[in-house]
């Protein structure tokens, strides 16, 4: 089951050595695996063949050859997962072995995408559109100018200019916009990318862009200030408090599941080195739509001597989708027993397949691991907005998953998906896509010298 979900490349891997040269052959194998640990940042110049050798490995008689091999394949990273196809030539345990590489390699592939973008960028004198398209290439993140200019006229280019090796991404994005006087607006709504999937490049005087004043960075992650202000009982003397506006930000291209402040986690000093006491308490559930949200953070009314928030301290947690893999289900037909495919840290199962004159309603369930624990109400709904859609074995026809406002794609409950066919579904294999893994990131920030109103 798990072959229909790696990808087609095959090798001719061969049986194990005969028996009267397997013992050479091992410790041939055993060296390799070595010299690949000792390897792995340099060139290798045949993948495939490299592949191949450990491959065979896996079958060795001796348990510490097999264990290098497997350890030797994990070395050469996702790369490796084309070439690691089990066959029927192979032994159980290299196919089992093999099962178990790809999965772990899938796994870190996965969890590798939800970590911050990182550029590296040569820019010397060069024009703003260029720069932008050279973060674009490198981060996956989508940018749309939508700057004003006047009628037949284009947006100004000017030049900027920024040199940086692995830089994380909204550092990059932030120094670029400020010296080019413009300014990123998170809101974007698109009929190329749909919502909350890309920045929006504006006009600098537009309300409710990111600023640079009071920003702190985190991987993938981008928390600011943007409002303070102070609120007085004018019946009781004394009693009130401040409130501190922050504005959490993701790259574009992670939409999280969810995102939570523990205000355990949260801790301010004012600029006379005395501490601001929270009056928010517990945990709080963001927005995660879209690219960013709005946080409210609760604090007692500081003394009016204080001048400015020497420091807030916080942490937030995510909950974001790995790398996206792609699930074929073949052979498909009016059914209720339950088959599944897994791949990294998720299992999707199709639980049934029932025919309704000329409609097919398909019941899909996926599973992840632990980072998905407490998510069970996000997940239904979440599972059931992944793309889904039905291809004809032949590659030639894509049929979509039926409008909501069709009389009959009418869903129960649950992840079901309405297709309107013409001809049988055993005609057709079943493609979703859907993150290889949950993973929860721990996002921490410091803001500093916040002025008080």
């Given at each position: 089951?798990?072959?229909?979900?790696?990808?087609?490349?095959?090798?001719?891997?061969?049986?194990?050595?005969?028996?009267?040269?397997?013992?050479?052959?091992?410790?041939?194998?055993?060296?390799?695996?070595?010299?690949?640990?000792?390897?792995?940042?340099?060139?290798?110049?045949?993948?495939?063949?490299?592949?191949?050798?450990?491959?065979?490995?896996?079958?060795?008689?001796?348990?510490?050859?097999?264990?290098?091999?497997?350890?030797?394949?994990?070395?050469?990273?996702?790369?490796?997962?084309?070439?690691?196809?089990?066959?029927?030539?192979?032994?159980?345990?290299?196919?089992?072995?093999?099962?178990?590489?790809?999965?772990?390699?899938?796994?870190?592939?996965?969890?590798?995408?939800?970590?911050?973008?990182?550029?590296?960028?040569?820019?010397?004198?060069?024009?703003?559109?260029?720069?932008?398209?050279?973060?674009?290439?490198?981060?996956?993140?989508?940018?749309?100018?939508?700057?004003?200019?006047?009628?037949?006229?284009?947006?100004?280019?000017?030049?900027?200019?920024?040199?940086?090796e692995e830089m994380p991404y909204w550092e990059a994005l932030d120094q670029l916009v400020q010296q080019a006087g413009?300014?990123?607006?998170?809101?974007?709504?698109?009929?190329?990318?749909?919502?909350?999937?890309?920045?929006?490049?504006?006009?600098?005087?537009?309300?409710?862009?990111?600023?640079?004043?009071?920003?702190?960075?985190?991987?993938?992650?981008?928390?600011?200030?943007?409002?303070?202000?102070?609120?007085?009982?004018?019946?009781?003397?004394?009693?009130?408090?401040?409130?501190?506006?922050?504005?959490?930000?993701?790259?574009?291209?992670?939409?999280?599941?969810?995102?939570?402040?523990?205000?355990?986690?949260?801790?301010?000093?004012?600029?006379?080195?005395?501490?601001?006491?929270?009056?928010?308490?517990?945990?709080?559930?963001?927005?995660?739509?879209?690219?960013?949200?709005?946080?409210?953070?609760?604090?007692?009314?500081?003394?009016?001597?204080?001048?400015?928030?020497?420091?807030?301290?916080?942490?937030?947690?995510?909950?974001?989708?790995?790398?996206?893999?792609?699930?074929?289900?073949?052979?498909?037909?009016?059914?209720?027993?339950?088959?599944?495919?897994?791949?990294?840290?998720?299992?999707?199962?199709?639980?049934?397949?029932?025919?309704?004159?000329?409609?097919?309603?398909?019941?899909?369930?996926?599973?992840?691991?632990?980072?998905?624990?407490?998510?069970?109400?996000?997940?239904?709904?979440?599972?059931?907005?992944?793309?889904?859609?039905?291809?004809?074995?032949?590659?030639?026809?894509?049929?979509?998953?039926?409008?909501?406002?069709?009389?009959?794609?009418?869903?129960?409950?649950?992840?079901?998906?309405?297709?309107?066919?013409?001809?049988?579904?055993?005609?057709?294999?079943?493609?979703?896509?859907?993150?290889?893994?949950?993973?929860?990131?721990?996002?921490?920030?410091?803001?500093?010298?916040?002025?008080?109103?």
């Amino acid at each position: 089951m798990l072959g229909m979900l790696l990808m087609t490349a095959t090798i001719a891997l061969g049986q194990p050595p005969a028996d009267a040269d397997r013992a050479a052959a091992d410790e041939a194998v055993a060296a390799d695996a070595a010299a690949v640990s000792e390897q792995a940042a340099a060139a290798q110049p045949d993948l495939e063949t490299q592949v191949a050798r450990l491959v065979r490995a896996l079958g060795a008689d001796k348990l510490r050859t097999r264990n290098e091999a497997e350890a030797a394949l994990l070395e050469l990273g996702p790369a490796a997962i084309p070439f690691l196809v089990p066959n029927p030539l192979q032994t159980e345990e290299q196919r089992r072995r093999i099962r178990r590489v790809v999965d772990r390699l899938r796994r870190d592939q996965a969890v590798s995408a939800t970590s911050g973008s990182k550029v590296t960028l040569q820019l010397e004198g060069v024009k703003l559109s260029v720069a932008l398209e050279q973060l674009e290439q490198q981060s996956g993140n989508k940018i749309l100018d939508r700057r004003t200019a006047p009628e037949g006229e284009l947006p100004s280019d000017p030049n900027v200019q920024l040199v940086a090796e692995e830089m994380p991404y909204w550092e990059a994005l932030d120094q670029l916009v400020q010296q080019a006087g413009v300014a990123i607006y998170p809101y974007a709504v698109d009929d190329e990318t749909g919502p909350g999937e890309s920045l929006v490049l504006v006009d600098a005087s537009t309300p409710g862009t990111f600023a640079q004043r009071h920003v702190a960075y985190d991987g993938a992650f981008r928390v600011e200030a943007v409002w303070i202000r102070t609120r007085s009982n004018l019946q009781r003397e004394g009693q009130g408090g401040l409130q501190l506006e922050l504005r959490p930000a993701w790259e574009p291209r992670l939409r999280p599941v969810s995102l939570q402040a523990d205000f355990s986690q949260f801790a301010a000093v004012l600029s006379n080195g005395e501490p601001l006491a929270l009056e928010s308490t517990g945990t709080r559930s963001l927005d995660a739509f879209g690219i960013s949200s709005q946080l409210m953070v609760h604090l007692a009314l500081p003394p009016r001597a204080a001048t400015a928030i020497q420091s807030i301290r916080g942490k937030l947690t995510a909950v974001v989708p790995g790398r996206t893999e792609t699930f074929r289900f073949e052979q498909l037909r009016q059914r209720d027993e339950e088959v599944s495919q897994q791949a990294g840290d998720v299992t999707v199962f199709l639980q049934r397949i029932v025919k309704n004159q000329e409609t097919w309603e398909i019941r899909l369930r996926a599973q992840f691991g632990d980072d998905a624990g407490g998510l069970e109400s996000h997940l239904e709904g979440w599972v059931a907005g992944n793309e889904v859609y039905l291809e004809s074995l032949n590659g030639q026809e894509k049929v979509e998953v039926a409008a909501d406002d069709d009389p009959d794609a009418v869903v129960t409950s649950g992840a079901g998906f309405i297709f309107v066919l013409d001809r049988d579904i055993s005609e057709y294999r079943l493609i979703y896509k859907t993150p290889a893994a949950l993973v929860k990131r721990e996002v921490t920030f410091e803001l500093t010298d916040i002025p008080l109103p």
